[in-house]
Structure formats: structure tokens, C-alpha cells
């Protein structure tokens, strides 16, 4: 059962039932259930002594119906030896289990759960259908808790002193989802030490929760106890400030941390990786995705925790890493995929095929499946009707394809869940069955409908039944589309000549490919050049020389310094880009574009800088240590204040670095000084991940940590040669005054807001002015304009190795691109009827990816298919209806209208 998706169809499925309550009630026990250690269920058990296969050998209905092929009784175990030129590791992680604690009542207190159960109770196809009820007895609850660092940044009960990362953001998740699933008033209450809403725009969902209602109280839990006579609980906590308190709640959540698996250790053993004391793989922060084998590499929460952007990023990385010794023997392997002849349908009368899609229980648990495609039945046109349990499985894709064949089907219609995840897929099933793939349309029954209309189940199975007959009229008029070829020229261009541009230009050019590298300075290096040390020790400098020195010998790479971008002309592949080299032009010709343009320090205008000597910035302090200065060694009290200009109105997010910079430069100055009195003065620690290890390193060396308020920010006074800072302890509730010889501001990082260059490429910034990707968990390095790419701190503050990271990823990806010799761009394009063209501008002014232009010579516009996005804007604007949105036309869309309202 480990591709157990939980489901609950093989429940469903199962005749055997027996009497006794096997999961607290939470579903009634059959031969297939939930194991008593899950209060909700996460997977599911066969119970051998009950499943009439193991006793009689016979049924088996429930691996017939398993959409994930978890269940397969006739399965044995295979060796399979293959031959590779390398590997990634990619093993995940296992939920920390918290029965240990009994502090926290988990296994024995029905209404304690852990975070990931309580997303199962959240979810559609959890074992309440995504009602918010409580396991003991299924009433809502009225007040909910969250614990967070369940298993992390915990020495004392198990060993795991770092931070999972993603904890506080998943928590902040779920009390906004929980609020939005409740039906009566909800009080949502997160008890923590340190919120780490580190990543992009973490922060503002962080402030938007607290203005939502939910509660942050920081603090230690002491216990948790239930109610005499009741499944209500009582949480002992200790407040900031030292004082006891009790309060009562519904439930409990245990936002509970990662650890490796056993097996991993086991598997790592055997191929000798090397993993550090928390068995993670051992890295280095210049070669994040390396592990200590030559050809081996890792990539996700294996080599440290992290959330689902970072992972997908490293994923890429990862893979850019393993194919890069392996680029002369690309295409030696490949097998070419044969394609189905397309069938020529354009003299055929209409007949539609429609699957309508269970989704397991999100869809068919509010609608009525059977009901909805017996009315499809009706309607014309339509000669098929399917019902799917899940439409997207493989063979059930499989069985489509044949359906289309043997019907003779020339037009499909799906109704499941979103297109914007599974449109591909089901346009590749038209592939297979040999129809053009611009021949489908799907009717989203899932978002648009069971998700947002659950408690009304017979609403929804009547909306459901006029999306599918808007769906069908417009199939109807669907006609083949075609998709252009193009050329690739396959070259790439780099902007920017920091770490990570210098990373995605050597990443692709020992892939084979050239590359032109622009930086608009004489050095390359960017903020790299002024910092000291990476996180594990590394000389940040040495490394930027050995780029330098590693670009330079490259005869792939040609690099542009003293050059910026004047213009850029083109599209995915065929790119012509204009460079300014000291008032000369020179012309580049590339397929894809990496831009990694980087960050800048903010320079604050409070606490005294730029008015006293004695204070300083991040950046400043590290040249002192570079050059040894006696300033350093001299100081007897060092002063810290984060979040000088960061998680504020004008940049109201974290800079991601600050804290551990803080922390390494503390340590460091007590190396070197070991009498110096250090002081950080903080909002949150957010030393993430295994960063952990540093926070605790510097309490163990005497280094004095105090928390502040945005609304008590400490105050900065000049007393001769020193500075005198004043603020509140909080625990003592009193002011403190430090008299600094040395005051440090962990400063904010700024985006350049570079809109000129964000214009050229037809790419945008985000209210922050950071480089908006294309989607920030499924496509974190790419943009919505195809064939431009993002990597580093131009797109959000993030350490040295992470901006690496994201440089091989951004290589990656772009060599999707430069690999292929020509591509296809899609057939959903807009086209300009001339007749009707009247020259007025409307159409061109409105593309937001300048793919219309207007033709002097027969004085009508025109569309460059390569450019277009096919995003309806000029057909919307223009008052002649010249413009025709191919796939998406007015013919076509007023037939759904009609439809629409028909009923």
C-alpha cells in the first residue's frame, strides 16, 4: 500500500464488513481500513485474517478500483539492473511521529491530530469530504490550536535541532483554509516560538492571517489535558513573559517537523553518500545538489528541509548537475516516439465523446455522476458517454484512446477538475488516438462547481450539467488547429555577471552550448564580491574567483562587461538582442534568455546611519572582518537590530538572509574577541532549515538574544565614540540600555525594479519589484513569456546556495529550449481578418507581449504567431471583431453563451 493516495475507493469497494469500531469511528471497519495509530487517515491496511482474497482467494474488487495502482496481491518483487552515467537521489521525507510526546495526549486524545492529518480532514477526499468536523464525535469545532516545532528544533525528546522550514507557513495555511471551511464562527490560535515566514510573500500571507482573526501567541506549551466528561481539551502554556496559562480548546494540531526514514540511511549506507548528524546529505553550499559520490546527486528535502518552490528549483538543478558530464552522449539512448497519423475529420459531421469524472470523491461526492451523464446522453451531437473514476490515470487514458478510436469520436469533451493542470494530458490521449489535440474542450465540474457548491449537492449536479452542454456546443465548432515550426537558434543569453549568472553560463555552456554573459560593470561577481563567508565556512571570495577564472577559459562563453540591454527583439528560440558596450552597439542572436540581474543592500535612514561611525550595515561589517580591522577586536559591546527596513509597509517581506548573517558574524566577532558582549535584538529568528545549528551555537557562546515590536522599535542615540541603544526586554518588562562601540543593521534587500529591462523582455515584477515567475511552486525559474528564464536574488533574497541552485535550474530549463533543433508554438493564436481591419491601433495597444504590429504597406495589423499568448486581448478590444482568438472564437463562444442560457 505505499502509493496509497487514501481515497477511500478500495473502502467502498470492500463487501467485507465486521462489527467491531476499528478507528475510533472514524469509518467503519471493513477488511480494508486505517491502522489505529492514524486519528485520520493517511493510508489505508488490508487486515489479512478478514479480506476474502487472503481467506477464500477470491474478490480483489479493490485493486481493480485503486486509481493508484496501490494494491496489486499477485505482485512480487523484481531486480531490474540498469546502466547509468548518474543518479539523483530524490527519497523525500517521513512526518515526524509525535506518540512519543505524552505531554501532547497524540494517539491517546482522539481531538489531537497532526498537521498533515488535519489536512486530510481539509480535504475533499479526506474521510469527512472535506467538511471541518472533529474525529471524537464530528462536530465542528469552535476553537482550534496549532503547535508548531513538534519534532524540531527539539534536543531534549528527539534529536532533531533543526528547523523543518515549512512548518510555520503550512500551519498559517491551514488556519486560513480551516476558517474558510468552517460554517459557524471559528477561533484558529497558533502557539510558536519563532513564526519563519521566510519565503516569497510568506510574510504578507502571515500579516493577512492576523488580520483574518487568528491568534500568534508566542510561547512553550507545557501540556496538553483533556476535559473530564468531555473531548474537549485544556493546553498549559507558558507566555512570553514567564506566566502560566490554561486555556480551552476543540482540537489540537502538532505541526509536526520532517526526518529521513530509516530506509534512506539504509540506502545512503550502500552507496556511500555521506549524510550529516541529522541524515541529510552531506553538501557544500558552492555544490547544494552534489553529494560526496562523483555522479551522485540529491536534490528536495533530502538534502535539507525545505518547501515545494525549492524543491522543484533543486529538482532541475539536480538534473542540469547530472547531465552535464554526460552532454556528448546526449540523443545516443533516445527512442524516437512514434505518433498516431492524425485523422482528417473535416468532413465529418460532429460526434462527440464526453467522460464525465468521479475525481474519487471530489467531484462524485457532490455531484451526481450517473445523473449528469445520463443528461448528457441527450444532447446532440453527442454519440458517447463515459464516467471515470479518475480520468487522468493512466489507464483510464488508455481506455480513452481506445474509446476514440472504436467510436470514431472527432470531438471530446471532459468533465473533471481544472485544465490548467490536465488539459495537456488529455490533449496528448487526443494524440494518441490520432485526432488533432485542439479537437477538446473540458468543463471544469471541480473548482467551478463540487469544490465551491459542497453543501448543495443537487445545485451543483444541475451547474454541472450546464457546463457540460456549454462544453459540447462549443466542442461542436471545434476545428483542427495547427502548430508552427520553428527553428532554434541554440545559443543562450545570461543578464547579470553575479553568482548566478555566472553559474547558469557555465551550466550551460558545459552542456555544449555558447553563451553571451552581460554584466553591466567591469567586475563580474555582483554582491558576492563584499560578503565573507558562505554558511558552512566557505571563503565566498575564493569562489568568485575560481568562476572568474573557470569563465575566462571557456571558449563557449563570450562575456559583455561595461554592456546593458538596449532591446530585444523576438521569441522563444529566435531571439535578437541589442547590447550597449560603452556607447557601441553589438547585436547577439540567442534562443533563450537567463536573466539574474541580482539585488542591492538597502541603506537605512534611522538608527544613525550614514551620521555615526560606530554603525554599520551587514555588508560594512564584513569588510571590517575581510580587512581584520581592530575596530572589531577592540569593541566590548556589539549591538545587532534585524529587520531595519525589511517585513515593514515599504517592503513588507523578510529578506530571507539577515538572521543567519547575524548569527555567523555574532560568532565570528566572539572568535575573535572572545570578552566582547554581543547583542541581537530581533522580531524572529529565522534561522531555517539547519541554519538552526548556528541560532544555538551563538546562545552557547554567550551571545545575548532579545525580541522586539514593531510598535517598540529600539531607539539609537550618539554618546561620543559609542552609541547608546534603548529598548524593552520583554521578559523582564523593563527598558535596557547597551552603550555599543559597534552597531550592526541587518538591513533589507532591494529589488533593482529594473522595469526597463522587464519591458525588453516582456516579463513582470511583482508589487516588490522582484522577477514574477510563471508559478511559484510548479514553475519557479520560468516566465509566462516562453524562452526567458529567472535565477537569484532578482527574483527574492535567498543565500548563496540557493541562488546557485536556481541558476542549474534556470540552465535546466532553458535546456529544454537549446536541446531540440525546432520547436512548435501553440495553435491557439490570435488571426486578423483583413477585410475587417480598419487600422485603429486598439488591437496593438492592448497586447501585453507586442506580438501585433501594423502593416504600412496594406495598412491593416498583423500577428506574429510566435509572439502571441493567445490571451483573447486584442479580439476583446477591437470594435470590428478582425481579430479571431483561434480555438476561443465569437462563433464558438456565443454558442456557449446560448447554451448557457438555454436551460
Known amino acids: 500500500m505505499d502509493k496509497c493516495i487514501a481515497c477511500g475507493v478500495c473502502v467502498e469497494k470492500c463487501p467485507k464488513k465486521v462489527d467491531d469500531d476499528y478507528n475510533a469511528g472514524l469509518i467503519k471497519r471493513k477488511a480494508i481500513s486505517v491502522p489505529y495509530s492514524q486519528a485520520v487517515p493517511l493510508k489505508y491496511a488490508i487486515d489479512p485474517e478478514q479480506c476474502l482474497y487472503f481467506t477464500k482467494g477470491k474478490c480483489g474488487k479493490c485493486a481493480k478500483r485503486c486509481p493508484a495502482d496501490a494494491i496489486n496481491y499477485e505482485d512480487k518483487e523484481k531486480e531490474i539492473t540498469l546502466e547509468v552515467g548518474s543518479v539523483i537521489l530524490a527519497p523525500g521525507f517521513k512526518s515526524f511521529d509525535p506518540s512519543k510526546f505524552d505531554t501532547y495526549g497524540y494517539a491517546k486524545l482522539p481531538n489531537v491530530v497532526t498537521a498533515l492529518e488535519f489536512e486530510?480532514?481539509?480535504?475533499?477526499?479526506?474521510?469527512?469530504?472535506?467538511?471541518?468536523?472533529?474525529?471524537?464525535?464530528?462536530k465542528e469545532p469552535k476553537k482550534i490550536a496549532w503547535l508548531q516545532c513538534v519534532g524540531s528544533r527539539d534536543m531534549n525528546r528527539c534529536d532533531n535541532a533543526y528547523c523543518s522550514s515549512v512548518c510555520c507557513m503550512y500551519a498559517i495555511k491551514q488556519t486560513v483554509i480551516a476558517l474558510e471551511h468552517s460554517n459557524e464562527p471559528l477561533e484558529c490560535t497558533i502557539f510558536y516560538m519563532d513564526m519563519r515566514t521566510h519565503g516569497k510573500d510568506f510574510d504578507k500571507y502571515y500579516e493577512n492571517a492576523k488580520k483574518g482573526g487568528v491568534r500568534f501567541i508566542r510561547s512553550r506549551v507545557h501540556t496538553v489535558t483533556p476535559i473530564h466528561g468531555s473531548d474537549d481539551l485544556v493546553v498549559r502554556y507558558a507566555s512570553e513573559d514567564g506566566t502560566m496559562n490554561e486555556e480551552e480548546f476543540d482540537m489540537f494540531v502538532l505541526s509536526t517537523g520532517f526526518e529521513i526514514d530509516q530506509s534512506v540511511v539504509d540506502l545512503s549506507a550502500r552507496l556511500g553518500v555521506e549524510l550529516d548528524k541529522y541524515h541529510f546529505t552531506q553538501t557544500d553550499s558552492f555544490n547544494p545538489v552534489s553529494t560526496s559520490v562523483p555522479g551522485?546527486?540529491?536534490?528536495?528535502?533530502?538534502?535539507?528541509?525545505?518547501?515545494?518552490?525549492?524543491?522543484?528549483?533543486?529538482?532541475?538543478?539536480?538534473?542540469?548537475?547530472?547531465?552535464?558530464?554526460?552532454?556528448?552522449?546526449?540523443?545516443?539512448?533516445?527512442?524516437?516516439?512514434?505518433?498516431?497519423?492524425?485523422?482528417?475529420?473535416?468532413?465529418?459531421?460532429?460526434?462527440?465523446?464526453?467522460?464525465?469524472?468521479?475525481?474519487?470523491?471530489?467531484?462524485?461526492?457532490?455531484?451526481?455522476?450517473?445523473?449528469?451523464?445520463?443528461?448528457?446522453?441527450?444532447?446532440?451531437?453527442?454519440?458517447?458517454?463515459?464516467?471515470?473514476?479518475?480520468?487522468?490515470s493512466q489507464d483510464t487514458q488508455d481506455k480513452m484512446t481506445e474509446i476514440i478510436k472504436e467510436e470514431g469520436l472527432n470531438r471530446v469533451v471532459v468533465a473533471a477538475c481544472t485544465p490548467r493542470t490536465h488539459e495537456e494530458l488529455f490533449q496528448e490521449t487526443l494524440i494518441n488516438a490520432g485526432l488533432n489535440k485542439y479537437l477538446f474542450e473540458m468543463a471544469n465540474i471541480r473548482n467551478q462547481d463540487s469544490w465551491v457548491h459542497s453543501d448543495n449537492p443537487e445545485a451543483a449536479t444541475q451547474k454541472a450539467k450546464d457546463m457540460v452542454r456549454m462544453a459540447v456546443a462549443k466542442a461542436v465548432l471545434l476545428s483542427p488547429l495547427e502548430q508552427e515550426e520553428l527553428p532554434v537558434t541554440q545559443s543562450a543569453l545570461v543578464v547579470g555577471g553575479g553568482i548566478a549568472g555566472m553559474t547558469a553560463a557555465l551550466?550551460?555552456?558545459?552542456?555544449?552550448?555558447?553563451?553571451?554573459?552581460?554584466?553591466?560593470?567591469?567586475?563580474?561577481g555582483g554582491n558576492a564580491l563584499k560578503l565573507r563567508k558562505a554558511l558552512k565556512g566557505e571563503d565566498i571570495g575564493d569562489y568568485v574567483k575560481e568562476l572568474a577564472n573557470r569563465l575566462e577559459a571557456d571558449n563557449r562563453i563570450t562575456v559583455h562587461p561595461n554592456s546593458t540591454i538596449a532591446n530585444v527583439d523576438g521569441f522563444i528560440g529566435n531571439f535578437k538582442t541589442e547590447l550597449n558596450q560603452g556607447g557601441s552597439k553589438k547585436f547577439v542572436e540567442h534562443g533563450v534568455a537567463i536573466i539574474a540581474t541580482g539585488a542591492k543592500e538597502y541603506?537605512?535612514?534611522?538608527?544613525?546611519?550614514?551620521?555615526?561611525?560606530?554603525?554599520?550595515?551587514?555588508?560594512?561589517?564584513?569588510?571590517?572582518?575581510?580587512?581584520?580591522?581592530?575596530?572589531?577586536?577592540?569593541?566590548?559591546?556589539?549591538?545587532?537590530?534585524?529587520?531595519?527596513?525589511?517585513?515593514?509597509?515599504?517592503?513588507?517581506?523578510?529578506?530571507?538572509?539577515?538572521?543567519?548573517?547575524?548569527?555567523?558574524?555574532?560568532?565570528?566577532?566572539?572568535?575573535?574577541?572572545?570578552?566582547?558582549?554581543?547583542?541581537?535584538?530581533?522580531?524572529?529568528?529565522?534561522?531555517?532549515?539547519?541554519?538552526?545549528?548556528?541560532?544555538?551555537?551563538?546562545?552557547?557562546?554567550?551571545?545575548?538574544f532579545f525580541s522586539y515590536t514593531p510598535e517598540e522599535?529600539?531607539?539609537?542615540?550618539?554618546?561620543?565614540?559609542?552609541?547608546?541603544?534603548?529598548?524593552?526586554?520583554?521578559?523582564?518588562?523593563?527598558?535596557?540600555?547597551?552603550?555599543?562601540?559597534?552597531?550592526?543593521?541587518?538591513?533589507?534587500?532591494?529589488?533593482?525594479?529594473?522595469?526597463?529591462?522587464?519591458?525588453?523582455?516582456?516579463?513582470?515584477?511583482?508589487?516588490?519589484?522582484?522577477?514574477?515567475?510563471?508559478?511559484?511552486?510548479?514553475?519557479?525559474?520560468?516566465?509566462?513569456?516562453?524562452?526567458?528564464?529567472?535565477?537569484?536574488m532578482a527574483h527574492y533574497p535567498k543565500p548563496i546556495e540557493e541562488s546557485i541552485a536556481q541558476a542549474q535550474a534556470a540552465a535546466s530549463r532553458a535546456l529544454t529550449v537549446l536541446s531540440i533543433d525546432k520547436i512548435k508554438v501553440s495553435g491557439i493564436v490570435s488571426h486578423i481578418i483583413p477585410e475587417l481591419?480598419?487600422?485603429?491601433?486598439?488591437?496593438?495597444?492592448?497586447?501585453?507581449?507586442?506580438?501585433?504590429?501594423?502593416?504600412?504597406?496594406?495598412?491593416?495589423?498583423?500577428?506574429?504567431?510566435?509572439?502571441?499568448k493567445g490571451c483573447g486581448a486584442c479580439a476583446a478590444a477591437c470594435p470590428s471583431e478582425a481579430p479571431i482568438l483561434k480555438g476561443f472564437d465569437n462563433h464558438q463562444l456565443y454558442a456557449q453563451i446560448k447554451s448557457a442560457l438555454s436551460a
Not at 558545459?510 to 560593470?521: A, F, I, R, T
Open 507 to 524: 551550466a550551460l555552456a558545459e552542456q555544449g552550448y555558447p553563451v553571451d554573459l552581460v554584466e553591466k560593470s567591469e567586475a563580474f
Open 296 to 392: 551522485i546527486y540529491a536534490s528536495g528535502a533530502f538534502t535539507g528541509p525545505k518547501d515545494i518552490p525549492q524543491s522543484v528549483m533543486e529538482s532541475s538543478a539536480a538534473a542540469c548537475a547530472a547531465t552535464q558530464k554526460l552532454a556528448p552522449a546526449r540523443n545516443t539512448l533516445t527512442h524516437e516516439v512514434v505518433v498516431a497519423e492524425e485523422r482528417d475529420v473535416s468532413t465529418e459531421a460532429p460526434k462527440v465523446g464526453v467522460f464525465v469524472c468521479n475525481c474519487g470523491i471530489n467531484i462524485g461526492g457532490v455531484v451526481n455522476v450517473p445523473e449528469v451523464a445520463e443528461y448528457v446522453k441527450t444532447l446532440p451531437h453527442v454519440t458517447y458517454v463515459g464516467e471515470n473514476l479518475f480520468s487522468c
Open 837 to 868: 481591419c480598419s487600422g485603429c491601433y486598439g488591437c496593438i495597444n492592448v497586447c501585453p507581449y507586442g506580438a501585433i504590429s501594423y502593416n504600412a504597406e496594406i495598412k491593416v495589423a498583423e500577428v506574429n504567431p510566435a509572439l502571441c
Open 713 to 792: 522599535k529600539p531607539v539609537v542615540t550618539a554618546d561620543g565614540d559609542r552609541v547608546e541603544i534603548d529598548f524593552k526586554d520583554s521578559i523582564l518588562g523593563r527598558k535596557v540600555s547597551v552603550k555599543a562601540d559597534l552597531l550592526c543593521l541587518a538591513t533589507a534587500i532591494e529589488s533593482n525594479k529594473d522595469q526597463e529591462l522587464a519591458q525588453l523582455f516582456k516579463v513582470p515584477l511583482d508589487g516588490d519589484g522582484w522577477l514574477l515567475e510563471a508559478h511559484q511552486k510548479l514553475r519557479p525559474v520560468e516566465f509566462a513569456t516562453d524562452g526567458v528564464f529567472l535565477c537569484g
Open 120 to 138: 486530510r480532514i481539509l480535504s475533499a477526499t479526506g474521510p469527512f469530504m472535506g467538511h471541518l468536523v472533529r474525529p471524537s464525535d464530528k
Open 603 to 704: 541603506k537605512p535612514t534611522e538608527y544613525l546611519y550614514g551620521e555615526h561611525d560606530a554603525v554599520t550595515t551587514h555588508l560594512g561589517l564584513d569588510a571590517l572582518l575581510i580587512n581584520n580591522d581592530p575596530k572589531v577586536e577592540k569593541a566590548e559591546n556589539v549591538v545587532f537590530i534585524q529587520c531595519v527596513g525589511s517585513r515593514d509597509e515599504e517592503r513588507p517581506y523578510c529578506s530571507k538572509v539577515c538572521c543567519t548573517h547575524t548569527v555567523k558574524s555574532a560568532l565570528e566577532i566572539k572568535r575573535r574577541n572572545p570578552d566582547a558582549n554581543v547583542y541581537v535584538l530581533y522580531r524572529d529568528i529565522r534561522t531555517y532549515g539547519k541554519r538552526e545549528d548556528l541560532y544555538r551555537d551563538a546562545r552557547e557562546a554567550g551571545i545575548i
